[in-house]
């Protein structure tokens, strides 16, 4: 159970790195003023380097971590690069986030999340792009202290929920989160809610057999 669930996790952080760097690049590529700014180029380059580093870090995790923890190294160095050129930008800084998290540094990874999405430069991430670095910060919240953080990464969850991002894993995630708690109706609602989006969701389905047993 537990492997199951770092495994989710595991698809979800995947999920969000893919999603954020596509929408956050074809952002950036219909911007005519950045076309025109060096350092907005430069930070982009940075910003589509540490993307690829991210996606060969996480495909070479399986098969070798050394070379896997050494591209997410890379991956973290031009996150940095792409957010001291775009400070105000929150891309960088999810980008950042999600290597951290693969090099194993949870609450460095944390921290990086909830300044991209901070005011004034959480403002540019908007809709389901928001909703997934959400589901990015509950996940690293429970990751670095459940206990104490549990309520704040179900008020992420059902923010991101709400802006349709999370689908099956993020309705789990809920779940969990209300397990935790000990609100057995709520998790259960929360399940159920993951198997419309994935009706054969083993996790949703052996966690409602638990709750019902
Ligand atoms: C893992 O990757 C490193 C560096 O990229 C390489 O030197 C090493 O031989 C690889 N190990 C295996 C088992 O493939
Ligand atoms: C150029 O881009 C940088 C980084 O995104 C930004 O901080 C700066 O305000 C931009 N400059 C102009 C003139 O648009």
């Known amino acids: 159970m537990a492997t199951d669930g770092a495994f989710q996790v595991a698809i979800i952080a995947l999920t969000v790195a893919v999603f954020v760097a596509i929408q956050y690049l074809s952002k950036l590529f219909l911007s005519r003023q950045r076309a025109n700014n060096r350092t907005a180029l430069q930070s982009n380059r940075h910003f589509i380097q540490g993307s690829q580093f991210l996606a060969r870090a996480r495909s070479a995790a399986a098969k070798n971590s050394s070379q896997s923890q050494s591209l997410a190294k890379q991956a973290l160095a031009e996150a940095e690069s792409a957010a001291a050129l775009s400070p105000k930008d929150p891309a960088p800084l999810v980008l950042k986030s999600v290597a951290l998290d693969l090099l194993g540094h949870k609450a460095a990874a944390l921290k990086a999340i909830d300044s991209a999405l901070s005011p004034p430069r959480g403002k540019a991430l908007q809709g389901k792009e928001r909703g997934d670095a959400l589901v990015k910060r509950a ?53 159920s809610e993951a198997l419309k989006f994935e009706p054969n969701s083993k996790l949703a389905l052996d966690a409602l057999g638990g709750l019902s047993s």
Do not use: F
């Open 139 to 191: 996940e690293l919240k429970v990751a670095v202290n459940r206990r104490r953080r549990v309520d704040s990464a179900i008020e992420d969850l059902t923010e991101a929920v709400q802006l349709g991002a999370g689908g099956e894993k993020g309705y789990c995630l809920l779940g969990q989160c209300y397990e935790w708690k000990g609100s057995k109706e709520d998790a259960k609602w929360a399940y």
